[in-house]
């Protein structure tokens, strides 16, 4: 039988940060109409633990912020004055589900740099990946559906599936990603999906190796299973080679690269502008084929019509003419400074039962304490 695990894992930590699991009294005409789907519905524990970033003593690491230092502030703001004065009544209005063209065209062009092939028409935005991983439960998980995740995942995506209802099967991860030689079992147990994140992986920090990630996909292929891989820290790369990502793998695994296609669409890609412009902008995309960006589009309406315009007019006004490109360059160097800065403080404060992991971007690294030590107990 699989197990939820890991979001048992996820309401256990909630609970001794605020006391109370789900906030103040329920009024009493509502508090017997609750779907059955929220019952294993929790608070993540890491937006609990963003709490603590409140209190003025505390510098938390709990949760993947970005520096605020360097969002683009003055482009912003440019951006939002350009897109006012030239295309205001546009930028006010509704707009197409799958998102405004000239920034799935910019997309297209940036994520072809990093090896990834497909047209405007496969890229859907979304109001940050997030909506991305809810929309993808929404058309594909039935109650008690198993989802193939690594082990730690990222809590939001088992937040996102929790209301569909989704069960888990897990495979470990080690220091170079998931454990493929223990994937197979689990690939036996009929997974409705894989769900994995192969750079700098949120939480544990680690990169999935070349070869793992080309024996995930043959393994992926061979069981019939569907890919959704998670992207969002992949350009926050502070050392070594950028590896391939599966969607890329998966094309030229089925010889996509010698011209008859470029994208199969056995494995659908996320990522965002989050991490690399800014959260508040809530700019992230879906990229599948036609055919799915078309459902997926029907789930999208029913949630929110469309991604913001305007947000998407100004991530585009202010990414266009290469500036996505060289603030990226800008950020990796300050978060690699601070990557450092935080495995020497560890090397040094830390006892020597501690272990850590030594990512080579991102934002996470993973501690694990000593056997027998409680890390609720420790917070
Ligand atoms: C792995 C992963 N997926 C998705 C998200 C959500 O990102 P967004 O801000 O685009 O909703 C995050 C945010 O931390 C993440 O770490």
Known sequence: ?????????????????????????????????FAQRTQRMTSSAIRELLKYTEKPDVISFAGGLPAPEVFPFAEVELATATVLREKAKMALQYSPTEGY??????????????????KPANVLITS??????????????NPGDRILT???????????WAAYQAEYLTVPIDDDGLDVDQLEAQLRGGPKFLYILPNFQ???????SLERRRRLVELANHYGAPIVEDDPYGQLRY????????????????????????????????????????PGLRIAWVVAPESLI??????????????????????????????LDRHVRKI??????????????????????????????GLFLWVTLPEGFDSTDVL
């Open 239 to 278: 050392e070594g080679e950028h590896l391939p990502p599966l969607v890329q793998l998966d094309a030229e695994m089925h010889d996509c690269a010698k011209g008859d296609c470029d994208f199969t669409g056995d494995v659908l890609y996320l990522s965002t502008l989050s991490k690399t412009l800014a």
């Open 294 to 323: 078309a459902r997926l589009v029907q789930m999208k309406q029913g949630a929110d019509l469309h991604t913001s315009t305007f947000a998407q007019m100004v991530a585009h006004e202010v990414a266009k003419d290469g500036f």
């Open 150 to 160: 690594e082990s730690p995942t990222y809590l939001g995506a088992l937040q996102a």
């Open 1 to 33: 039988m699989p197990i939820p695990a890991l979001e048992l894992e996820a309401e256990k930590a909630v609970s001794p940060l605020n006391g109370k699991k789900n906030g103040a009294v329920v009024p009493t005409l509502w508090k017997d109409r």
């Open 202 to 208: 949120n939480p544990a920090g680690v990169t999935l």
């Open 332 to 361: 990796r160097e300050l978060y690699g400074e601070r990557r450092n800065a935080m495995l020497a403080a560890l090397e040094r404060h830390f006892p020597g039962e501690v272990r850590w992991t030594k990512p080579q971007g």
């Open 101 to 118: 063209l000239p920034l799935r065209e910019l997309l297209v062009r940036h994520m072809a740099r990093y090896g990834i092939k497909v």
């Open 128 to 141: 940050g990946s997030q909506q991305g991983l809810d929309l993808i439960g929404k058309l594909f998980v």
